[in-house]
Nanobody
């Protein structure tokens, strides 16, 4: 059984930093998109960043480029999202998701992801 668990959310002031972690267990494919999505109240869930596990190729949403960094550990079962220069508009519930690259679609196509964590809250005060 696949388990996806996020951690590291919290409250920071604008300009601050947080690092989110995501641990995946029970997943057997080796070439996957690991991704972070976020959802603010009243808004759709949107892709933030993704990493291809076999190549470490990364993708970012335009509004987080240069501020957020996605990475994975050497063992391939933990993913991180380093968030710097946080803005109030970054506040949201952040979700980790994983899927096989071979299932097609783009990294930010949330309908393609079949394994999700429960989310971790990020609050940014101005």
């Amino acid at each position: 059984q696949v388990q996806v668990v996020e951690s590291g959310g919290g409250s920071v002031q604008a300009g601050g930093s947080l690092r989110l972690s995501c641990t995946v267990s029970g997943y057997t494919f080796t070439t996957n998109y690991w991704a972070w999505f976020r959802q603010a109240p009243g808004k759709e869930r949107e892709g933030v960043a993704s990493i291809v596990t076999s190549t470490s190729i990364t993708y970012y949403a335009d509004d987080v480029k240069g501020r957020f960094t996605i990475s994975q550990d050497g063992a391939g079962n933990t993913m991180y999202l380093q968030m710097n220069s946080l803005k109030p508009e970054d506040a949201a519930m952040y979700y980790c998701a994983v899927r096989w690259v071979g299932s097609g679609g783009t990294w930010f196509d949330r309908a393609k992801y079949n394994h999700w964590g429960q989310g971790t809250q990020v609050t940014v005060s101005s």
